[in-house]
């Protein structure tokens, strides 16, 4: 549940009770409980005793039955309409509000003395955050709790109250493009939420699936890649941008985010030694212990020969490498580095750091590193791509790997083993 409550909140009974029965009770008789717990709730909004207020901008998500419900009623009085002055001696619950869930479920749900007078209303509709498991539990590895650019957070507002404690914002929910949990929250500790982008002023350029014509990624922009994207004609990358990846893809594939060249098309990553450009993990990482795995890879698909003529990429269906042109270019990889990379892209199949299947010599690869990453550090599939000056640090598989008939060259390559892997 993602849930931001502006109110004021005013109980007409204030007595004690016993809260034993609740999963969680305010002196204000406000009971809450989540959908993201790992029990079986029936609701996941709980108002009760008498609790009045005003409840606007509010997303309520992953609800399993019953999305409101209000029940032991006192004297106050229910409204869609807000009062422009006064204390709340009343419960306004806004339209505008957002509850979303199992298709069957129910928004509201009255009891004892709680008639509805026909006000139960709100919004039925996928609030499209920017990744949420719809049964986003403990187990749950990796979320993203923000709404993403064409959600209905940022349309049919309320009004924010204007008095000193309130922020005045233009979203409803929780989160903007802010995620505030992070370096708060046990969430932000063990990696399961993204860090929050490193330069705030920055717009957010996502990159997920096919990527088509042109497409230049500057310093200008923060670069989240939250799936596998496809570049089908050119990528250039400038010199000092950095590429952040998400842990796992935002379409639930089961699958990590990872940048695929095809074949027949090229990349240009030509970065230099003051702004090199670096694919890493989107979390907010203690670099001082071993993480790897957080994320795919690069892989780049090419037309040079290769042992069996052609075949498919490891983990990507339908995605083919290999031909007959032993000089074909794919692009220029130049001070590239890519970190804490190698996790699951396919069932039961890790990726590498750099993968270079069928690419040509005619490929300029030179001054790239690979570190932290959970399988095999550059892997070349066939082709007869060269490589100059590649740095491989603490992978969990093979520092350099051939495989498919490889006929390159190289030179300059300096690797240091880790205390724990395969490296057999």
């Known amino acids: 549940m993602v849930l931001k409550w502006t109110q004021r909140v005013m109980s007409r009974h204030v007595h004690s009770h016993n809260c034993t ?12 409980s989540q959908y993201l717990l790992t029990i079986n709730l029936m609701l996941t909004l709980r108002l009760r005793e008498g609790t009045g207020g005003e409840f606007g901008n509010i997303i309520v998500t992953n609800v399993p039955n019953v999305g409101v419900l209000q029940n032991e009623c006192g004297s106050e009085t229910r409204t869609h309409t807000l009062p422009s002055s006064g204390e709340p001696d009343y419960l306004w619950f806004s339209s505008k509000n957002i509850i979303y869930g199992a298709s069957d479920i129910t928004l509201f749900s009255n009891e004892d003395d709680c008639a509805s007078n026909g006000l139960d209303t709100a919004l039925n509709l996928d609030p499209r955050l920017r990744m949420m498991p719809g049964t986003a539990d403990e187990d749950t590895t990796f979320l993203d709790p923000r709404p993403s650019a064409s959600s209905p957070a940022y349309f049919s507002l309320d009004s924010v109250p204007s008095d000193d404690f309130y922020t005045s914002v233009d979203y409803k929910g929780a989160f903007d493009t802010d995620i505030w949990l992070d370096n708060l929250s046990w969430l932000s500790e063990n990696g399961r939420i993204p860090a929050n982008a490193p330069d705030p002023t920055k717009s957010i350029l996502e990159l997920c699936g096919v990527i088509q014509g042109s497409t230049t990624l500057t310093q200008d922009f923060v670069h989240i890649l939250s799936c ?16 952040y990846a998400y842990k796992e893809s935002t379409d639930f594939s089961g699958t990590a985010p990872a940048l695929v060249v095809e074949k027949g098309a090229t990349i240009e990553a030509r970065g230099t030694a003051d702004a090199p450009i670096t694919f890493t993990t989107i979390l907010n990482i203690d ?4 993480n790897s795995g957080l994320w795919g890879g690069l892989i780049i698909l090419g037309n040079a020969p290769i042992y069996g003529g052609e075949a498919e990429v490891e983990g990507i269906e339908g995605y083919l490498y290999g031909g007959s042109d032993s000089s074909d270019n794919s692009g220029s990889l130049q001070y590239v580095r890519v970190w804490y990379g190698g996790s699951v892209i396919g069932q039961n199949n890790e990726i590498n750091g750099i993968t270079l299947a069928g690419v040509g010599s005619g490929t300029f690869v030179q001054f790239c590193e690979v570190a932290f990453n959970l399988d095999d550090g550059f892997e070349m599939f066939g082709g007869t791509v060269n490589l100059k000056y590649i740095s491989v640090l603490f992978v969990g598989d093979d520092a350099i790997d051939t495989d498919e008939g490889y006929q390159g060259k190289i030179q300059f390559a300096y690797v240091m083993i880790g205390a724990s892997g395969n490296h057999g």
């Open 21 to 32: 029965q609740q999963p969680l009770c305010t002196i204000l008789k406000v009971a809450l």
């Open 228 to 243: 596998q994207a496809f570049v089908q004609f050119q990528l250039t990358i400038e010199a000092g941008t950095t590429i």
């Open 287 to 290: 670099t001082s212990i071993i």
